[in-house]
């Protein structure tokens, strides 16, 4: 299993409302759509190596 690091993200309230909705949407935890957001956010701006393009599940 791939190792995680944790960290404290603040948000405004009425972002993470929007970010539950899409994840309960796309059935994923919060937790997993915000890293698939921020997935195809980086490799939209060419900021993630070849290996990580192609995780965008």
């Excluded at 899409?22 to 195809?40: G, H, K, P, T, Y």
């Amino acid at each position: 299993m791939t190792k995680r690091d944790t960290f404290l993200l603040r948000v405004d309230p009425e972002v993470l409302d929007a970010v539950r909705r899409w994840a309960r949407d796309d059935l994923r935890s919060v937790n997993a759509q915000i890293e698939v957001i921020l997935r195809r956010a980086l490799a939209r701006e060419g900021r993630l190596g070849k290996r990580d393009r192609s995780r965008d599940a």
